[in-house]
C-alpha cells in the first residue's frame, strides 16, 4: 500500500500524542499541521522533538489542505459534531480521508442522524472515508465488548464498568471532570455546560446495539454525579482537599423489548485506588473480563486513532464505525 500524506488538525495534548505516533509509523509522512492557537509558525517537527521536518503549523487548515493535499488528515479538535462539522466536510471536500477522536462522531446516526446522512454522502461522493474513533468511545466500551460477544451462543445483556485515576490524565480531562471544585460550584457548571463531564456512553451503546443486531428503543442518560474526595488527594495540577470534587461517575442504559441489555458506568477521579476495566457479558457461555489497572487513555487513544489507519482504507467509501473495522462479534 502506498504512503499516505498525513495532516495533522488540533494539537493538544491528544493531537500531539497521535503526531508522535506517527512519527514512528512506516508508510505514514506528515506533510501538514494546523491550529488554530498553539505554536503556529514554528516547526511540527520541532514541536514534537524528532527535529526540523519544514512542516509549518498553521493556523489556517483550509490553505493547509489546498497546499499540501493530504490523504488522510487526523483530526483532534472538540468532543461534539456540530462543532467539527464543518472542518470534517471541508477535509472531505478537499478529497481526504478524516479519522477524528469526536466522541460524538464515533456512532453520529442516532444524535444526529441528518449530519451524519450528509457526511456518508460526501464521503461517497469523493471516494474517502470518515471514521471517529479512540479508547472511549471507539474501543474499552464498545468495540473490545464486540469482539468478547464472539465466544457466546446467546447473549442476554451486557455490563461495562470503567473506573480510573485521572491523576494521570492531562490538565484539561481533570478540568472536564470538575476535579477540585466544590460540590455546588460542580453542579453550578454542569447545569451552565462549563464542563461536560465524559462525551461518548450514547454513542457506544448505539454502536453495540447496532452490531449486535438489537434495536435500542431508548438510551437514558444519567447526569454526572461528582465523587466527593474523602482525603486530600493531589495530581500534578491539583491538590484536592477532602470535601471537594475528586471527579464524577456517569450511566447510561439502553433498553431493547422493554428491558435494560446494556449498561454502561464510567468513574472518573483523583486518587481511584482501584482502577480497572471490567466487562460483563451475561449469556451462553458467561464473560467476566477485568483489565487492571485501567488503561491509560491519552496514549491508547492515540494508538486506536494510528492503528486503525490502514483498517479504515480498507473499507469501502463513506461514514465508517468501528463495527466497520470489527472482525467478530456475536451477531
Same mark, same amino acid.
Given at each position: 500500500m502506498k504512503e499516505l500524506r498525513v495532516l495533522h488538525i488540533g494539537l493538544g495534548a491528544i493531537g500531539l500524542e497521535v503526531a508522535k505516533l506517527v512519527s514512528k509509523k512506516s508508510g505514514l509522512r506528515t506533510v501538514g499541521a494546523s491550529d488554530l492557537v498553539k505554536y503556529v509558525g514554528e516547526d511540527f517537527g520541532e514541536v514534537l522533538g524528532v527535529g526540523k521536518t519544514g512542516v509549518k503549523v498553521s493556523s489556517d487548515y483550509r490553505r493547509v489542505l489546498k497546499e499540501v493535499k493530504p490523504d488522510l488528515v487526523l483530526h483532534a479538535t472538540s468532543s461534539y459534531l456540530q462543532d467539527v462539522y464543518e472542518q470534517i466536510v471541508d477535509c472531505v471536500k478537499a478529497g481526504a480521508n478524516v479519522i477524528s477522536t469526536c466522541?460524538?462522531?464515533?456512532?453520529?446516526?442516532? %444524535? !444526529?442522524?441528518?449530519?451524519? %446522512?450528509?457526511?456518508? !454522502?460526501?464521503? %461517497?461522493?469523493? /471516494?474517502?472515508?470518515?471514521?471517529?474513533?479512540?479508547?472511549?468511545?471507539?474501543?474499552?466500551?464498545?468495540?473490545?465488548?464486540?469482539?468478547?460477544?464472539?465466544?457466546?451462543?446467546?447473549?442476554?445483556?451486557?455490563?461495562?464498568?470503567?473506573?480510573?485515576?485521572?491523576? !494521570? /490524565?492531562?490538565?484539561?480531562?481533570?478540568?472536564?471532570?470538575?476535579?477540585?471544585?466544590?460540590?455546588?460550584e460542580f453542579k453550578g457548571k454542569m447545569a451552565a455546560k462549563e464542563i461536560s463531564g465524559h462525551v461518548g456512553l450514547e454513542e457506544s451503546i448505539a454502536l453495540i446495539g447496532d452490531a449486535m443486531g438489537w434495536v435500542v428503543e431508548r438510551i437514558e442518560a444519567e447526569q454526572p454525579e461528582p465523587i466527593i474526595a474523602s482525603k486530600e488527594v493531589s495530581s500534578p495540577y491539583y491538590t484536592i482537599s477532602a470535601g471537594r470534587v475528586a471527579g464524577l461517575q456517569q450511566t447510561a442504559r439502553g433498553f431493547v423489548d422493554g428491558k435494560e441489555r446494556i449498561t454502561l458506568v464510567f468513574k472518573a477521579y483523583v486518587g481511584a485506588e482501584d482502577e480497572y476495566d471490567r466487562i460483563h457479558i451475561l449469556g451462553n457461555p458467561e464473560v467476566h473480563q477485568t483489565i487492571k489497572p485501567a488503561i491509560q487513555g491519552d496514549r491508547a487513544t492515540a494508538a486506536v486513532v494510528v492503528n486503525s489507519i490502514w483498517p479504515l482504507m480498507k473499507c469501502r467509501p463513506g461514514l465508517r464505525t468501528m463495527k466497520d473495522l470489527q472482525t467478530l462479534s456475536f451477531r
Open positions: 466522541e460524538e462522531l464515533s456512532y453520529p446516526y442516532r %444524535k !444526529h442522524p441528518s449530519l451524519a %446522512k450528509n457526511l456518508d !454522502h460526501l464521503a %461517497k461522493e469523493y /471516494r474517502v472515508r470518515v471514521l471517529g474513533t479512540g479508547v472511549n468511545p471507539g474501543f474499552l466500551m464498545d468495540t473490545l465488548v464486540l469482539l468478547l460477544t464472539a465466544v457466546c451462543q446467546e447473549v442476554y445483556s451486557i455490563v461495562v464498568e470503567r473506573v480510573i485515576d485521572a491523576s !494521570h /490524565r492531562r490538565e484539561a480531562f481533570q478540568r472536564k471532570i470538575g476535579a477540585a471544585l466544590t460540590e455546588a
